[in-house]
């Protein structure tokens, strides 16, 4: 089935130690994006990519960082981890047609634990 | 600015009962979307469904249906006769016209057996 797909499931990482976070997709969607989502709490959105055009929340920490090297994967880097980072990292596409408003489709997510 | 109340933080139910999952929002928009997105333990999130603003037509799929009134800015959904699978976070969405898609806080269903 076509998919997003998020490596890996679980990931650990030291704090201050920088950490990726992958995302693909093989549904050919233009537009990808990325999301924090903490304990108890609704997806919040950090940044998305239309196409190559790379597009920040204002209230997204410097500490995150995106890149999109093609259409079917994109990346999540967290610089320097801080212990409010930790999350379940979720990322999501859609194929814009006719504005942004079509359905999301997202992967399992990345639960992300500092020590 | 775009907002999702889902005034219902937990609901508790036991199987084969009908439960109700609210959802009120506010937009100044004419042009609208609305979701649902289910959020089983495994932590994905499952798209249910989408209506635009310009139709009202109530939705059933299954056990699920969706009630969609302007007049009360609500898109209500209903899971007839609930199963344990059903046991899940429940998120209601809204996205205007070329904006990004803001979730509500969700609400926590569990059905027991």
């Known amino acids: 089935d076509a998919m997003v797909i998020q490596n890996p499931r679980y990931q650990v990482t030291q704090f201050g130690k920088p950490v990726t976070l992958s995302c693909s997709q093989t549904?050919?969607?233009?537009?990808m994006y990325w999301y924090q989502q903490k304990s108890s709490q609704a997806p919040k959105l950090l940044f998305h990519y239309y196409d190559k055009d790379f597009n920040n929340e204002a209230d997204t920490p410097d500490n995150f960082q995106s890149r999109r090297p093609n259409t079917s994967f994109c990346f999540l880097d967290i610089r320097s981890p801080g212990l409010g980072d930790a999350a379940m990292y979720l990322c999501?596409?859609?194929?814009?047609?006719?504005?942004?408003?079509?359905?999301?489709?997202f992967g399992d997510g990345t639960r992300l634990s500092i020590l | 600015a775009q907002k999702v109340t889902q005034a219902q933080t937990e609901i508790s139910v036991v199987e084969k009962e009908d439960v109700t999952l609210d959802c009120v929002y506010e937009?100044?928009?004419?042009?609208?979307?609305l979701f649902w997105y289910k959020q089983p333990p495994s932590g994905e999130l499952v798209f249910l469904i989408r209506r635009n603003s310009f139709d009202e037509q109530n939705e059933i799929s299954g056990r699920y249906s969706w009630n969609f009134q302007k007049s009360t800015s609500s898109f209500n959904f209903t899971i007839t006769a609930s199963q344990v699978v059903d046991s899940a976070v429940y998120f209601c969405a809204l996205s205007e016209e070329g904006n990004d898609m803001r979730f509500g806080a969700g609400t926590r269903l569990t059905v027991k057996p």
């Open positions: 937009t100044r928009d004419t042009t609208y979307y």
């Open positions: 549904l050919n969607h233009n537009v």
């Open positions: 999501a596409t859609s194929r814009v047609s006719a504005g942004r408003n079509q359905p999301q489709h």
